[in-house]
């Protein structure tokens, strides 16, 4: 399941996070990937020790982390630092799969990915993140600020870009309910549930639907 997050960034955060990123040294992205990527893999990323970094998800992340669906649809159990990654023109990331447990210091699965758009969709040709899905592939290509939650289990390739200048931040999500297929029914509900609540918060029905989902939660989460 795609889920599309809208507007985790504001202007003026976009605009911090461009400055940044427009002064920082940025290393090639080959030496983050595992030993099957790195054969597709051509883009650039700031390194792990950039100076840059804390201030970068500073901006970031309490905004994705406080998005009104992000809760819902990641049910995050551990939350990875981000990765700022550049694309110049010539630059792709071939189909890949993405590493299951990321960084050893403090291991976690990655069930979900998330990548953010940084700048925006005029600013470049091509670069569009295409995601292999049971109903065929799916291209995203966001404006600035929009952020897409997929599958890291998902064949997955960011095109060529071929003029401009590509700018997103990466990162991951082991999640409570491992498996995609469980994610998406509990997001479903959740969305029925939150809305009956507000709406209908003394109704039998929305009793029912509250409990069914708080036990599905229970049924199904890994700790
Ligand atoms: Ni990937």
């Known amino acids: 399941m795609l889920i599309e997050l809208p507007e985790v960034l504001k202007p003026d955060q976009l605009r911090l996070l461009a400055e940044l990123l427009a002064g920082a040294e940025f290393q090639d992205g080959r030496l983050s ?3 099957s990527a790195r054969r597709v893999k051509a883009n650039q990323e700031l390194p792990a020790d950039s100076n840059r970094l804390e201030r970068l998800n500073q901006v ?3 905004s994705l982390l406080a998005h009104p669906l992000y809760g819902l649809a990641a049910l995050p159990l ?3 630092a981000p990765y700022y990654v550049r694309y110049e023109a010539g630059m792709r990331y071939g ?3 993405d590493d299951p447990v990321m960084n ?3 291991p976690y699965r990655s069930d979900i990915a998330i990548t953010v758009f940084l700048n925006e969709p005029s600013d470049y040709q ?4 295409v995601i292999e899905t049971h109903f065929g592939e799916r291209s995203v290509k966001l404006p600035a600020g929009n952020a897409i939650l997929y599958p890291a289990s998902s064949v997955h390739r960011v095109n060529e870009v071929t003029a401009g200048r590509r700018l997103a931040a990466i990162t991951w999500v082991q999640s409570l309910v491992r498996h995609p297929d469980q994610r998406a029914i509990l997001f479903d509900l959740a969305r029925a549930r939150q809305r009956l609540l ?3 918060p003394d109704e039998e029905t929305t009793r029912q639907v509250d409990h069914a989902y708080v036990n599905l939660v229970r049924r199904w989460a890994e700790t």
């Open 95 to 97: 189909a890949h799969i």
């Open 60 to 62: 970031l992340m309490p």
């Open 104 to 106: 050893p210091q403090a």
């Open 198 to 200: 507000a709406e209908q």
């Open 78 to 80: 551990r939350v990875a």
């Open 33 to 35: 990937a595992g030993a």
């Open 126 to 129: 091509g670069g569009e993140l």
